[in-house]
């Protein structure tokens, strides 16, 4: 293989948006297809994913709903972040057999700008990292609780998804901070792995029939901080027992992603408000790149001395092959997924 071009007998597999979905998607929402693979141009790259993130924001990527990002086009590629090696270089930036992190989305091969993908590191971990704990899913829960959340030795901490890759961080920071995290997530095998696994203090399944009063058990001296990661029925029983200055870090709400509608029934707005004056709450939504100039730095050296010193730990949920991603990401969707999804779409050199 020569340095610059991409070697003639090379095809691209891709997995497209075929049609925007009305409520919950289906795999008939999705296209794969096979294509030439491009040659990079000067400055570029030609990238060879290894892994892909699958991330619950990609279904407001296939919606043309408002929202903080453009839609994926239909018949677009599919958006997401990639761990990738360089099978081809125009750059003086980055050489072939490179291993880097870049966001070139649901396909095996992508020309990309040399600066649009950053270098990785190795011996810092499993490359696979870079797109969970170590990466954006990590950062996310780092900049949200410490900025947003400023958890406080003793107060508690509450946060549903707390099995995946946002959510765990997100409890675990916590108890590194002093505070008493209390993990929501769906299933014994979940609320097993977070509780005696993480080591949350406490972990809970909302699809309890007694969820609301367990999760009363739980915060005996209320909630001072809600990490928001699921909204509907978790907010709802959180709500009433946040504790006077509590703060909400609103970060995701993947329980609605295929709501198509407000739900039947009264409108809550007035309660909500209500709750938020007499209780002197924080409610602060928040996309994690408006904290990576300020905080990205430190994150990538609190995590990776956290992950080093065993305080911190992770689970990865790996599929294989690029084909399968549509079934996975559906399946994330409803948390048939356990720890940080992602999908290995070629060999990984850096695993014998
Ligand atoms: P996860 O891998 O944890 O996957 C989503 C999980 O949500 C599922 O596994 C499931 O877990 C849970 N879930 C799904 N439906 C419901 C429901 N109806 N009620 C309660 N829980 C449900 O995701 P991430 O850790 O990657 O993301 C967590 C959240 O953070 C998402 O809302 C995501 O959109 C948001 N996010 C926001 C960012 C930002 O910048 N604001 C950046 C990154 C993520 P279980 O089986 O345990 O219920």
């Known amino acids: 293989m020569t340095s610059n071009a991409?070697?003639?007998?090379?095809?691209?597999?891709?997995?497209?948006?075929?049609?925007?979905?009305?409520?919950?998607?289906?795999?008939?929402?999705?296209?794969?297809?096979?294509?030439?693979?491009?040659?990079?141009?000067?400055?570029?790259?030609?990238?060879r994913t290894i892994y892909l993130s699958l991330d619950p924001y990609m279904r407001g990527r296939m919606s043309d709903a408002e929202s903080y990002a453009v839609p994926v086009p239909v018949g677009g590629v599919m958006e997401g972040g990639t761990v990738c090696q360089v099978v081809a270089s125009r750059s003086d930036m980055h050489e072939v057999g490179d291993i880097v992190l870049a966001h070139t989305g649901w396909q095996q091969y992508a020309v990309a700008s040399d600066k649009a993908v950053r270098r990785i590191d190795p011996a810092r971990g499993p490359i696979s990292t870079a797109l969970g704990v170590l990466g954006m899913p990590g950062f996310t829960a780092y900049a949200g609780l410490l900025v947003i959340g400023d958890p406080q030795p003793t107060e508690t901490v509450v946060v549903a998804a707390a099995a995946g890759p946002v959510g765990?961080?997100?409890?675990?920071?916590?108890?590194?901070?002093?505070?008493?995290?209390?993990?929501?997530?769906?299933?014994?095998?979940?609320?097993?792995?977070?509780?005696?696994?993480?080591?949350?203090?406490?972990?809970?399944?909302?699809?309890?029939?007694?969820?609301?009063?367990?999760?009363?058990?739980?915060?005996?001296?209320?909630?001072?901080?809600?990490?928001e990661n699921v909204g509907g029925k978790v907010f709802e029983a959180v709500l009433p027992r946040?504790?006077?200055?509590?703060?909400?870090?609103?970060?995701?709400?993947?329980?609605?992603?295929?709501?198509?509608?407000?739900?039947?029934?009264?409108?809550?707005?007035?309660?909500?408000?209500?709750?938020?004056?007499?209780?002197?709450?924080?409610?602060?939504?928040?996309?994690?790149?408006?904290?990576?100039?300020?905080?990205?730095?430190?994150?990538?050296?609190?995590?990776?001395?956290?992950l080093s010193a065993g305080t911190v730990r992770y689970k990865?949920?790996?599929?294989?092959?690029?084909?399968?991603?549509?079934?996975?990401?559906?399946?994330?969707?409803?948390g048939a997924n356990f720890g940080k999804l992602v999908v290995q779409v070629g060999a990984d050199p850096t695993k014998p």
């Not at 090379?10 to 040659?39: C, H, I, K, M, Y």
């Not at 198509?260 to 909500?272: H, I, K, S, V, Y």
């Open 6 to 47: 991409a070697p003639e007998s090379l095809t691209n597999l891709t997995v497209r948006l075929a049609s925007r979905p009305q409520g919950e998607p289906t795999v008939a929402n999705f296209a794969l297809d096979v294509e030439p693979v491009e040659e990079p141009g000067p400055d570029q790259v030609l990238l």
């Open 168 to 227: 765990s961080a997100v409890g675990q920071i916590a108890q590194i901070k002093g505070a008493r995290a209390v993990g929501i997530a769906g299933g014994p095998e979940k609320v097993a792995y977070v509780k005696d696994e993480l080591g949350f203090e406490v972990a809970l399944d909302h699809r309890s029939p007694d969820f609301v009063d367990e999760l009363a058990e739980a915060t005996p001296e209320g909630i001072d901080v809600y990490f």
């Open 242 to 306: 946040m504790n006077e200055f509590g703060r909400i870090p609103v970060c995701g709400l993947v329980s609605q992603y295929n709501a198509t509608g407000l739900p039947e029934g009264p409108n809550l707005a007035p309660a909500l408000m209500n709750r938020i004056l007499v209780r002197s709450l924080t409610v602060r939504g928040f996309i994690q790149r408006e904290f990576v100039k300020a905080h990205y730095r430190q994150f990538q050296q609190d995590m990776g001395e956290w």
């Open 316 to 334: 990865e949920d790996v599929v294989q092959g690029l084909e399968n991603a549509p079934e996975a990401f559906l399946g994330m969707l409803q």
